[in-house]
T-cell receptor, first 114, second 112 residues
Framework: NAGVTQTPKFQVLKTGQSMTLQCAQDMNHEYMSWYRQDPGMGLRLIHYSVGAGITDQGEVPNGYNVSRSTTEDFPLRLLSAAPSQTSVYFCASSPRTVNPYEQYFGPGTRLTVT | QQQVKQSPQSLIVQKGGISIINCAYENTAFDYFPWYQQFPGKGPALLIA?????SEKKEGRFTISFNKSAKQFSLHIMDSQPGDSATYFCAAGGGGGFKTIFGAGTRLFVKA
């Protein structure tokens, strides 16, 4: 199993550009989440999904969109990038039936917005 | 208010010493308290977790102590090793909702 994979590893955007961060998992986990990690602020939840076709907002959803058409994939879209979105982004998944709070994280995407 | 407060921000420990990281939470509905370990350039990985029906859980050199009445829990790393140097996050989740709230993190450095 590859676990949780994220692409790209690094990305530089100009203000106003849009892009999609990809996340995929091969563990058949129902739950998937997107977090951003900023120095001194821990991990903050952006959006999450409890299954295909179901998404909801986390703590810091503004400026981001998600959709979940399959169990495996959970892409995060930045609609119009801003310097405040410079961060490291992590995708995570967890199994609903075993322990939905035991999350498996991907390796992250480091995004810089200039 | 769903906050998890973590201290200290950074910690330097001698090899063989005990590392202690503390967390406090506010929402009494939380019923799952994990600790994650993160090495530079990697994603966080689950280290150890506890539920509030026990006061202590030990896995190897890692122990969680849990004080339900004080709404506090802590991670103890016994016989700390240079390989333990990483950032540690406490978190709280459960209580009927899916969301997990993370602390701000503690950067641990173990001196050889």
């Amino acid at each position: 199993n590859a676990g949780v994979t994220q692409t790209p590893k690094f990305q530089v955007l100009k203000t106003g550009q849009s892009m999609t961060l990809q996340c995929a998992q091969d563990m058949n986990h129902e739950y998937m989440s997107w977090y951003r990690q900023d120095p001194g602020m821990g991990l903050r939840l952006i959006h999450y999904s409890v299954g295909a076709g179901i998404t909801d907002q986390g703590e810091v959803p503004n400026g981001y969109n998600v959709s979940r058409s399959t169990t495996e994939d959970f892409p995060l879209r930045l609609l119009s990038a801003a310097p405040s979105q410079t961060s490291v982004y992590f995708c995570a998944s967890s199994p609903r039936t075993v322990n939905p709070y035991e999350q498996y994280f991907g390796p992250g995407t480091r995004l810089t917005v200039t | 208010q769903q906050q998890v407060k973590q201290s200290p921000q950074s910690l330097i420990v001698q090899k063989g010493g005990i590392s202690i990281i503390n967390c406090a939470y506010e929402n009494t509905a939380f019923d799952y308290f994990p600790w994650y370990q993160q090495f530079p350039g990697k994603g966080p990985a689950l280290l150890i977790a506890i539920r509030p029906d026990v006061s202590e859980k030990k896995e190897g050199r890692f122990t969680i102590s849990f004080n339900k009445s004080a709404k506090q829990f802590s991670l103890h790393i016994m016989d700390s090793q240079p390989g333990d140097s990483a950032t540690y996050f406490c978190a709280a989740g459960g209580g009927g909702g899916f969301k997990t709230i993370f602390g701000a993190g503690t950067r641990l450095f173990v001196k050889a």
